[in-house]
C-alpha cells in the first residue's frame, strides 16, 4: 500500500452523523441535524446534544468549521425549521461478541447512528436479550439477533462493516499477551465466516492483543484469497480518545481542541503518542512528557486495576470503537475529510503492520499519512526505534499462529 508524502490535515474525526461532502458543508448538516435530532434518536434535543461539541464523540476533525456553523444557534427558531435535512439509513453492521461487556455498548452507541439501516449482533449466547432490550430504542436502524456458530453466516450475509470485539477480557495481572491462545482462536474462526460471507466488508478487530490479532486476520484473509488491506483495521482510537483527554485535563485545555497522534502498536510500550503534534501546538516539560506517555500506554491496567477484577475498559473502549465505525460509515457515505488512527498493513517503518494516521475512503484505507512519523523529538525517535522489536515479535506471533492452523475450507 503507497504511503503518501508529508500531508497537511484536520485531524482526528468526529460523529458527525454521517454528513458528507467539504468540512463546512458538512459542518451545516450536522448542526441541522442536531436541530432535528429528535427525529431520528428519540433523545431530547436539550443543551447537551443540540450541537454542543463537547458532549459528541468528537476527534478534531472539522471542529473549527463546525463551531463556526453553529451561528445556526442565535439564529430565530424560524430560520433554524428551515432546514430539514433528509437522513438516509443505509449501510448493515454486524457486532460479533454483542453480548459481552464491549460489544453490549458499542452496539448501543451504533444503533443511535442514523447511517445504520441494520444492526446485526451475534454472539455464542444471551445476544436475544440485547437486541430486544436496543429494538426497544426509536432510532431508525432494525436489530436483529444470531446465536451460534449454525447462525454466524447469516449475520455476516450483505454486512458493510463487521466490528469484532469478541473475546475474553482483561483481568488483574494479565497482559495483552495472556490473552492471546484464547482471543487468536476466536478471531480466526469469525474472520474465516467474515471471508465467506462479507468479502468485501470493512473489518474493525477489537479483540486483544491487537498486535497479533490484525496480522491474523490477515493471514486468514489472504488464505481464503480475498484479502484487501484497505479493509482490515486494528482499532487504536481508544489510544487517541486517552491521549487527547490526559493532554486536555494536564494543559487546562478545551477538549474538543486537543488531538493527539497515537503510532506503533496497541499495547504498551509499543503505543506511542507523539505529544509533539499536539494540536492546538503546546509545551510539555521532559518530564510531562514522560508522566503523559507511561499514562496513555498503561491506561488500560489503570481501568483494569481500578475494577479490582470486575472487568476491563469496556466502555471507553466502546466509545472509541463507536467513533471509529462511525468515521468509516461516514467515508462509505462519501464523506472526503474522515482521518483516524489504526493499526493497519502499512510501510511507513520496515515492519508489516503500525499503527498511524490514514485517511479513509470509500474503498478503505486511500492514504497512510507520513508527516506524524517526520520531526520526532528524540525522546519519541528513542522510544520508536524501542517500540519495533516488542511490536515486530507480536506481529511474528499472529502470523505463525495462523500458517499452523489452516483455515476452513
Given at each position: 500500500m503507497a504511503a503518501t508524502s508529508a500531508t497537511t490535515f484536520s485531524a482526528g474525526s468526529t460523529l458527525s452523523y454521517g454528513s458528507k461532502a467539504s468540512p463546512l458543508s458538512q459542518s451545516k448538516v450536522f448542526s441541522a441535524r442536531c436541530n432535528n435530532l429528535k427525529s431520528f434518536s428519540g433523545l431530547k434535543a436539550v443543551?447537551?446534544?443540540?450541537?454542543?461539541?463537547?458532549?459528541?464523540?468528537?476527534?478534531?476533525?472539522?471542529?473549527?468549521?463546525?463551531?463556526?456553523?453553529?451561528?445556526?444557534?442565535?439564529?430565530?427558531?424560524?430560520?433554524?425549521?428551515?432546514?430539514?435535512?433528509?437522513?438516509q439509513a443505509s449501510f448493515k453492521v454486524a457486532v460479533l461478541g454483542a453480548a459481552g461487556g464491549i460489544g453490549q455498548p458499542l452496539s448501543l452507541l451504533i444503533k443511535m447512528s442514523p447511517l445504520?439501516?441494520?444492526?446485526?449482533?451475534?454472539?455464542?449466547?444471551?445476544?436475544?436479550?440485547?437486541?430486544?432490550?436496543?429494538?426497544?430504542?426509536?432510532?431508525?436502524s432494525q436489530v436483529l439477533d444470531f446465536t451460534g456458530q449454525s447462525e454466524l453466516g447469516n449475520a455476516l450475509k450483505g454486512v458493510?462493516?463487521?466490528v469484532i470485539p469478541a473475546g475474553v477480557p482483561r483481568k488483574p495481572g494479565m497482559t495483552r499477551d495472556d490473552l492471546f491462545n484464547i482471543n487468536?482462536?476466536?478471531?480466526?474462526?469469525l474472520v474465516e465466516a467474515v471471508a465467506d460471507n462479507c468479502p468485501n466488508a470493512f473489518i474493525h478487530i477489537i479483540s486483544n492483543p491487537v498486535n497479533s490479532t490484525v496480522p491474523i486476520a490477515a493471514e486468514v484473509l489472504q488464505q481464503k484469497g480475498v484479502y484487501?488491506?484497505?479493509?482490515?483495521?486494528?482499532?487504536?482510537?481508544?489510544?487517541?480518545?486517552?491521549?487527547?483527554?490526559?493532554?486536555?485535563?494536564?494543559?487546562?485545555?478545551?477538549?474538543?481542541d486537543v488531538d493527539v497522534p497515537v503510532i506503533g502498536g496497541h499495547a504498551g510500550i509499543t503505543i506511542l503518542p507523539i505529544l509533539s503534534k499536539t494540536k492546538p501546538s503546546v509545551s510539555f516539560s521532559d518530564e510531562e512528557v514522560q508522566e503523559?506517555?507511561?499514562?496513555?500506554?498503561?491506561?488500560?491496567?489503570?481501568?483494569?486495576?481500578?475494577?479490582?477484577?470486575?472487568?476491563?475498559?469496556?466502555?471507553?473502549?466502546?466509545?472509541?470503537?463507536?467513533?471509529?465505525?462511525?468515521s468509516s460509515?461516514?467515508?462509505?457515505?462519501?464523506?472526503?475529510?474522515?482521518?483516524?488512527?489504526?493499526?493497519?498493513?502499512?510501510?511507513?517503518?520496515?515492519?508489516?503492520?503500525?499503527?498511524?494516521?490514514?485517511?479513509?475512503g470509500k474503498n478503505g484505507v486511500e492514504a497512510v499519512i507520513q508527516s506524524d512519523l517526520q520531526g520526532l523529538t528524540e525522546y519519541e525517535q528513542k522510544a520508536l526505534e524501542a517500540l519495533k522489536p516488542e511490536l515486530k515479535a507480536?506481529?511474528?506471533?499472529?502470523?505463525?499462529?495462523?500458517?499452523?492452523?489452516p483455515v476452513a475450507a
Amino acid at each position: 500500500m503507497a504511503a503518501t508524502s508529508a500531508t497537511t490535515f484536520s485531524a482526528g474525526s468526529t460523529l458527525s452523523y454521517g454528513s458528507k461532502a467539504s468540512p463546512l458543508s458538512q459542518s451545516k448538516v450536522f448542526s441541522a441535524r442536531c436541530n432535528n435530532l429528535k427525529s431520528f434518536s428519540g433523545l431530547k434535543a436539550v443543551a447537551p446534544i443540540g450541537c454542543d461539541l463537547d458532549s459528541s464523540f468528537s476527534g478534531k476533525n472539522s471542529s473549527a468549521a463546525l463551531r463556526a456553523s453553529f451561528v445556526s444557534k442565535s439564529q430565530s427558531p424560524s430560520q433554524r425549521a428551515s432546514v430539514n435535512p433528509q437522513i438516509q439509513a443505509s449501510f448493515k453492521v454486524a457486532v460479533l461478541g454483542a453480548a459481552g461487556g464491549i460489544g453490549q455498548p458499542l452496539s448501543l452507541l451504533i444503533k443511535m447512528s442514523p447511517l445504520v439501516s441494520s444492526l446485526h449482533l451475534y454472539d455464542i449466547a444471551n445476544v436475544k436479550g440485547v437486541a430486544a432490550d436496543l429494538s426497544h430504542c426509536n432510532t431508525p436502524s432494525q436489530v436483529l439477533d444470531f446465536t451460534g456458530q449454525s447462525e454466524l453466516g447469516n449475520a455476516l450475509k450483505g454486512v458493510d462493516v463487521v466490528v469484532i470485539p469478541a473475546g475474553v477480557p482483561r483481568k488483574p495481572g494479565m497482559t495483552r499477551d495472556d490473552l492471546f491462545n484464547i482471543n487468536a482462536s476466536i478471531v480466526k474462526n469469525l474472520v474465516e465466516a467474515v471471508a465467506d460471507n462479507c468479502p468485501n466488508a470493512f473489518i474493525h478487530i477489537i479483540s486483544n492483543p491487537v498486535n497479533s490479532t490484525v496480522p491474523i486476520a490477515a493471514e486468514v484473509l489472504q488464505q481464503k484469497g480475498v484479502y484487501d488491506p484497505k479493509k482490515l483495521f486494528g482499532v487504536t482510537t481508544l489510544d487517541v480518545v486517552r491521549a487527547n483527554t490526559f493532554v486536555a485535563q494536564k494543559k487546562n485545555l478545551r477538549l474538543i481542541d486537543v488531538d493527539v497522534p497515537v503510532i506503533g502498536g496497541h499495547a504498551g510500550i509499543t503505543i506511542l503518542p507523539i505529544l509533539s503534534k499536539t494540536k492546538p501546538s503546546v509545551s510539555f516539560s521532559d518530564e510531562e512528557v514522560q508522566e503523559l506517555t507511561v499514562r496513555i500506554q498503561n491506561a488500560g491496567t489503570e481501568v483494569v486495576e481500578a475494577k479490582a477484577g470486575a472487568g476491563s475498559a469496556t466502555l471507553s473502549m466502546a466509545y472509541a470503537a463507536a467513533r471509529f465505525v462511525e468515521s468509516s460509515l461516514r467515508a462509505l457515505d462519501g464523506d472526503s475529510d474522515v482521518y483516524e488512527c489504526a493499526f493497519v498493513q502499512s510501510e511507513l517503518t520496515e515492519l508489516p503492520y503500525f499503527a498511524s494516521r490514514i485517511k479513509l475512503g470509500k474503498n478503505g484505507v486511500e492514504a497512510v499519512i507520513q508527516s506524524d512519523l517526520q520531526g520526532l523529538t528524540e525522546y519519541e525517535q528513542k522510544a520508536l526505534e524501542a517500540l519495533k522489536p516488542e511490536l515486530k515479535a507480536s506481529i511474528e506471533k499472529g502470523i505463525a499462529f495462523a500458517q499452523k492452523q489452516p483455515v476452513a475450507a
